[in-house]
């Protein structure tokens, strides 16, 4: 085991202030989600049309990025629709599911209920992580 020279922990890592500003954006957009929701989708509106345009509109965002960055062939080369199936198929029905709830709620619940609501699924995500895996996620570990 020789000595192997770590990089500086600032050269690699964003800055407070940046990492400042995209905390509080975060923080706006989770706020303003439920109230532009609910201005901007009436209630004569299909939920899951809906959902499925806004994941067609994220392939698409990911096609762009694909081709910007000179990797869409070389991904769609390794690409099978059994594995992909096999690997996502179980997490994006979930996935699906969850968003359809979500919009259906940004519909019917007041705004702050449905933030509060919404960010309890990082303790119930912990709480079954923990119960189903086993896994503890202690502070410490990060």
Same mark, same amino acid.
């Given at each position: 085991?020789?000595?192997?020279s770590?990089?500086?922990?600032? =050269?690699?890592a ?17 706020? =303003?989600? @439920? ?6 989708? !009436?209630? !004569? ?25 000179g990797s ?5 080369s390794?690409?099978?629709?059994v !594995?992909?199936?096999?690997a996502? !198929? ?17 519909? *019917? ?14 303790l119930?995500?912990?709480f079954?992580t ?8 202690? @502070? *410490?570990?990060?």
């Open positions: 085991m020789g000595s192997a770590k990089p500086s922990p600032t =050269a690699a964003p800055s407070r202030r940046k990492v400042a500003l995209c905390l509080t954006l975060l923080t706006l957009q989770y706020g =303003a989600q @439920p109230l532009i929701s609910k201005r901007c989708v !009436g209630q !004569g509106v299909i939920v899951t049309s809906l959902v499925l345009a806004i994941e067609f509109l994220k392939v698409i965002c990911a096609v762009i990025l694909l081709v910007a960055e869409l062939k070389a991904q769609f390794n690409w099978s629709l !594995g992909s199936l096999t996502s !198929g179980l997490p994006a029905a979930i996935y699906a599911l969850q968003n359809s709830l979500l919009q259906i709620s940004y519909k *019917n619940l007041d705004s702050l209920t449905f933030s509060i609501l919404n960010q309890t699924k990082l119930f995500t912990a079954f923990y119960l189903i895996l086993g896994k503890n996620n202690h @502070p *410490n570990k990060f």
